[in-house]
């Protein structure tokens, strides 16, 4: 049974345009149903990702000084840059201004301008689309881990267990492509539920392995200054990566105000951001400091790049399959919370240059035996498709795990976490120069500017390094 239906914009509330809602709150009809614990979901979600697998090889590269140390720096950098987004939802006051900025591009354009947007959008869409592909590697990663587990488990620890990656990038790009056409982020909370389940499930399994190696050592490997090299260049090249790792793992800012559009109020909208988003940080980085140093400890130079596929856990095997089936089931949820926002973004503006379309208007309601009620939408199957093609493709054409983390970790970290939020708190508080807080808040950006320029050098190295290689 099909029956066809216009696309109402309230139905739909990313995709609409923020010059829409420049008067008023034109979208105050649409119920929203968010708690601070759906959006403290929604970020564990997001922030504990594939990040989190890599933090025991970058304390490695870091040592037992700086390796925790920039994991609490970078969970403190998080927490006061998503404070400060979390007050620019609403324009132009935080807590009763009549404009939604529904999106981050859409906040940057009302309080920094339309030029400001355009730059941030361009930082924005590769970011989302750079998740695609990173999570797209990390599940394939999890999936031939799987099989590797039992074949070493049957045949010896040191039987020739090799598998490849693209047919399991191209499996997990099948599945992203029928959850793609799940219409918005308002209609995700059961998948971030989910998602938010398995990734605790996989890391609390992470940690009590690293935990039961350290014992079965009974000794604490690694030094304070890390793994040695041979040259001071190598060092310097493998801890800017491991910096870029570990902001790859905090980084979720792009997709706060998406999930902040989701809260039901009163409260103010951005009084119960706050407290999810620094609630869901300290838990996200207190088992990002268990597992990366857990895992420094059990392996010490020896730490894989990924500790759950890196092999230095065997058995018992089947709990290294039940922890990698969990990661590939957080990711099937990861990819579409850093997904989605790009989808709108996208079908937004299809939608604005051909508003009499009906392959990009008419909506298809479906009913399959045994099967709910979906709607199917041509431009969205068409587009998110051809979307999910390509992050697939790049990632069987890139698939290092550590290095495309901290590629990732590295460009975004400053722009998107860092610079538009501080500015946008600056215009919104009317801070002038020169100024006490202006002052301090220049110094926190020009830090994090330095770290970030330092990682982005080192993983593009090591990207490069194992391509040619």
């Known amino acids: 049974m099909v029956e066809v239906e216009e696309k109402d914009e309230n139905t739909y509330p990313l995709l609409t345009d923020v010059a829409a809602s420049s008067s008023s709150d034109s979208h105050a009809s649409l119920k929203r149903t968010g708690t601070v614990w759906t959006a403290i979901a929604h970020i564990i979600t997001g922030v504990i990702g594939s990040g989190v697998l890599s933090l025991a090889w970058s304390v490695a590269q870091l040592g037992w000084i700086a390796g925790p140390l920039s994991m609490v720096l970078f969970g403190i950098i998080t927490i006061i840059s998503s404070n400060l987004l979390c007050d620019c939802y609403r324009y132009p006051h935080p807590e009763v201004g009549h404009i939604r900025n529904r999106s981050y591009a859409e906040a940057v354009r009302s309080y920094l301008g339309k030029k400001s947007m355009w730059v941030a959008g361009i930082f924005l869409q590769e970011s989302y689309y750079g998740y695609g592909i990173a999570y797209t590697i990390t599940s394939a990663i999890s999936m031939r881990a799987i099989l590797r587990s039992n074949c070493y488990h049957k045949e010896g620890h040191d039987a020739p267990c090799e598998y490849g990656d693209s047919l399991f990038m191209l499996l997990f790009g099948a599945v992203q492509i029928v959850f793609s056409q799940i219409p918005d982020f308002h209609n995700m909370e059961w998948l971030s539920i989910i998602a938010a389940v398995m990734s605790f499930a996989y ?4 940690l009590a392995l690293g935990f039961a190696k350290v014992l079965e050592n009974g000794e604490i490997r690694g030094d304070l200054g890390g793994v040695s090299t041979a040259t001071v260049a190598q060092k310097v090249w493998l801890s800017s990566q491991a910096i870029g790792d570990i902001a790859f793992a905090f980084t979720y800012n792009i997709i706060l105000l998406d999930i902040e559009d ?29 597992c990366g140093s857990f895992g420094y400890a059990a392996f010490g130079d020896q730490a894989p790049g990924n500790l759950l596929t890196g092999f230095g856990f065997y058995e018992p095997y089947w709990l290294v399959d039940i922890a990698n089936a969990c990661i590939v089931l957080h990711l099937v949820g990861g990819y579409q919370i850093y997904s989605q926002p790009l989808f709108a973004v996208a079908e937004r503006q299809i939608t604005k240059k051909h508003p009499n379309s009906g392959f990009v208007n008419n909506e298809y309601v479906i009913k399959l035996p045994l099967m709910p009620r979906f709607k199917l939408n041509f431009l969205r199957l068409c587009f998110r498709t051809a979307y999910v093609a390509s992050t697939t493709g790049l990632a069987i054409l890139f698939p290092y795990f550590n290095q495309v983390l901290g590629v990732l970790g590295a460009l975004n970290f400053w722009p998107l976490a860092i610079y538009f939020p501080v500015e946008m708190y600056l215009v919104q508080n009317k801070v002038r120069a020169w100024t006490g807080i202006w002052m301090v808040l220049q110094g926190f950006r020009v830090f994090c500017l330095l770290c970030t320029i330092l990682a982005f050098i080192g993983s593009v190295e090591g990207l490069i390094s194992n391509k040619l290689s």
């Not at 890391?203 to 992470?206: E, L, R, V």
């Not at 940080?281 to 990002?288: K, V």
């Open 203 to 206: 890391t609390f399994i992470g």
């Open 262 to 290: 989701t809260l039901k109020a009163p409260p103010p909208e951005n009084k119960t951001m706050k407290k999810a988003s620094t609630t869901a940080i300290l838990i996200t980085s207190f088992f990002f400091l268990c």
